[in-house]
């Protein structure tokens, strides 16, 4: 097993190969979480800092337990309660974080590419907890681990990805994750939502909902982000679940197993109808449950790294 | 470095070490009663299956079988980079059972000590006891087997391969002395 990434800064930058490993080895850690103590000691002695400059509850407590489940000591940060709010630049809090040795900064941030900017600045292993609009490659990771679960490979899954494209980190990680696995992905949106040149990453691009989700394997909806956008690209909420929310009627044109996944938080009613939240083909809380173990994998796989190496 | 290879055991001759361990540990244990085996990945969990399979001929009852991957409870994460971490399966409770821990090679001891750590995280046996194929000596830890296949004196230089054959039955050990 060969594995020498320090950073875990996106997808793009991890070969096939290494995803394998990462699922095989969260396939592994998955057995502690149902154990009556769910504790290792592999991680014993190592600090990780969780950095979130963006409000997050699931992904925050998800990489919480994941280090404390292997021993690990992590401290939360979050942007309302430390000295971001008194005017420090992004470089001189991570700098104060580095002067105290942390192992580990697992960090989220508004801005695309702040997790590059921090992991060339300092000795810690950086993990991107969600950049801006670019990648949030544990999210994608623990997708493919929840298709590979329970359709037993992704080579050759049909995916398709509804929702705001443009303003997806989630979206471009699965991208590159689901197309590096050998599976056929499916975009689709309203157009104000859709990326422009997204097709050359590799996708198929739909405006039709009922087209890209016809004999697809997975149907991955995405969340309205209220709070990233103004209101041009809506008129309303409504006329978008109309067109683009998903529904028991309009999931039957999937295949009869297909997957319903979400990362959450949902907008009941928006983008997901209750009754296909709640129904039988969905898996939104085994991927909430499965995103523990691939923390897990992600913070011990980066830990064997030497730190004089990459 | 190259490195010439003497057959230790054979396929006759390691089956007759496990049937001999097998005996041994239901006599010590006064037969299958309360008695659970589980194996080290990824030699001592093909080892138990065919102690398993032993003592279910000789008794008529089976042992519950299980198997440990120690990659998580390693004490030498930092200096050897990281290694590949299996599965642990024991589909039984281990509180109250007298453990047989089962491994192909004892060394330094250093995986027995990860083994029952973790053995002890997934419950409270009532004893652990050990059985090794091979003990080539070189303790580190303050401990012992109970039920040895073969003593083998060895220098820290050599190794020792447990060979499994495609039905994962122990087939072969061979000692491979570094030439110089």
Same mark, same amino acid.
């Given at each position: 097993?060969?594995?020498?990434?320090?950073h875990?800064?996106?997808?793009?930058?991890l070969?096939?190969?290494?995803?394998?490993t990462?699922?095989?080895? +969260?396939?592994?850690f998955?057995?502690?979480?149902?154990r009556?103590i769910?504790?290792?000691p592999t991680?014993?002695g190592?600090?990780?800092?969780?950095?979130?400059?963006?409000a997050?509850?699931?992904?925050?407590?998800s990489?919480e337990?994941?280090?404390?489940?292997?021993?690990a000591?992590?401290?939360n940060i979050?942007a309302s309660?430390?000295?971001?709010?008194?005017?420090?630049?992004?470089?001189?809090?991570?700098?104060?974080?580095?002067?105290?040795?942390?192992?580990?900064?697992?960090?989220?941030?508004?801005a695309?590419g702040a997790?590059h900017?921090?992991?060339?600045?300092i000795n810690?292993?950086v993990i991107?907890?969600?950049?801006?609009?670019?990648? $949030?490659p544990s999210?994608?990771l623990l997708?493919?681990?929840?298709?590979?679960? $329970?359709?037993g490979t992704?080579?050759g899954?049909?995916?398709?990805?509804?929702?705001?494209?443009?303003?997806?980190?989630? +979206?471009?990680?699965?991208?590159?994750?689901?197309n590096k696995?050998?599976?056929n992905v499916r975009l689709c949106?309203?157009?104000?939502?859709?990326p422009?040149g997204?097709?050359r990453?590799?996708?198929k691009i739909y405006?039709?909902?009922n087209? +890209?989700?016809?004999?697809a394997?997975?149907?991955?909806m995405?969340?309205?982000?209220?709070?990233?956008?103004?209101?041009?690209l809506?008129?309303?909420?409504?006329?978008?679940?109309k067109?683009?929310?998903?529904?028991?009627?309009?999931l039957?044109?999937?295949?009869p197993? +297909?997957?319903?996944m $979400?990362p959450?938080?949902i907008?009941?009613g928006?983008?997901?109808?209750?009754?296909?939240?709640?129904?039988?083909?969905?898996v939104?809380l085994?991927?909430?449950e499965?995103?523990?173990a691939?923390?897990?994998?992600?913070?011990y796989l980066?830990?064997?790294v030497?730190?004089?190496?990459? | 470095?190259?490195? /010439?290879t003497?057959?230790?055991?054979?396929?006759?001759?390691?089956?007759?070490?496990?049937?001999?361990?097998?005996?041994?540990i239901?006599?010590y244990n006064?037969?299958?009663?309360?008695l659970?085996?589980?194996g080290?990945? /990824?030699?001592g969990? &093909?080892?138990a299956?065919?102690?398993c &399979? &032993?003592?279910?001929?000789?008794e008529?009852?089976t042992?519950?079988?299980?198997a440990?991957?120690i990659?998580?409870?390693r004490?030498?994460l930092? /200096?050897?980079?990281t290694?590949?971490?299996g599965?642990?399966?024991?589909?039984? /409770?281990?509180?109250?059972?007298?453990i047989?821990l089962?491994?192909?090679?004892?060394?330094?001891?250093?995986t027995?000590?990860a083994?029952?750590?973790?053995?002890?995280?997934l419950?409270?046996?009532r004893?652990?006891?050990l059985?090794v194929?091979i003990?080539?000596?070189?303790r580190e830890?303050?401990?012992?087997?109970?039920?040895?296949?073969?003593?083998l004196?060895?220098s820290?230089?050599?190794?020792?391969d447990?060979?499994?054959?495609?039905d994962?039955?122990?087939?072969?050990?061979?000692?491979?002395?570094p030439?110089?």
């Open positions: 097993m060969e594995f020498r990434h320090k875990i800064l996106g997808i793009n930058e070969s096939r190969d290494d995803i394998v990462i699922l095989d080895t +969260a396939d592994s998955k057995e502690i979480n149902s009556d769910k504790k290792v991680l014993r190592k600090t990780i800092v969780n950095l979130f400059f963006e997050s509850t699931r992904t925050r407590t990489f337990i994941a280090g404390k489940r292997l021993s000591d992590t401290i979050t309660s430390s000295s971001v709010t008194k005017g420090e630049t992004l470089e001189d809090t991570a700098r104060n974080i580095e002067a105290m040795n942390p192992d580990i900064i697992v960090m989220r941030h508004a695309s997790c900017y921090l992991a060339e600045r810690s292993s991107n907890a969600g950049d801006g609009a670019h990648e $949030h999210q994608a997708d493919l681990f929840t298709m590979r679960q $329970h359709k992704i080579e899954l049909t995916v398709a990805i509804v929702g705001d494209i443009g303003h997806s980190r989630v +979206a471009r990680s699965d991208l590159y994750a689901l696995m050998g599976a949106g309203p157009g104000t939502m859709m422009v997204i097709e990453l590799g996708a405006t039709d909902m087209e +890209a989700i016809r004999d394997d997975v149907v991955m995405l969340r309205i982000q209220l709070e990233r956008q103004g209101k041009t809506l008129p309303t909420l409504r006329e978008y679940a067109f683009y929310g998903l529904n028991v009627n309009n039957k044109l999937a295949k197993d +297909a997957l319903v $979400h959450g938080p907008n009941r928006v983008e997901l109808s209750s009754y296909v939240a709640d129904g039988p083909q969905n939104i085994d991927q909430v499965n995103g523990v691939v923390r897990m994998a992600l913070l980066v830990s064997g030497e730190r004089s190496e990459v | 470095m190259t490195y /010439s003497t057959v230790i055991l054979d396929g006759p001759g390691v089956g007759r070490a496990l049937t001999r361990i097998a005996h041994e239901l006599e006064k037969g299958v009663g309360n659970a085996l589980v080290i990945r /990824s030699g969990d &093909r080892l299956a065919e102690l &399979r &032993r003592i279910e001929q000789i008529g009852k042992a519950p079988l299980g440990i991957d990659g998580m409870y004490d030498d930092a /200096s050897r980079g290694v590949e971490v599965r642990t399966e024991v589909p039984f /409770s281990l509180d109250g059972k007298n047989v089962v491994d192909d090679v004892l060394f330094t001891g250093r027995i000590r083994a029952m750590d973790a053995l002890i995280d419950g409270r046996p004893t652990i006891q059985a194929l003990d080539r000596g070189h830890l303050p401990i012992r087997p109970d039920y040895v296949g073969r003593n004196p060895t820290r230089d050599e190794k020792i447990v060979i499994f054959n495609a994962n039955c122990a087939a072969e050990v061979r000692l491979l002395k030439q110089v």
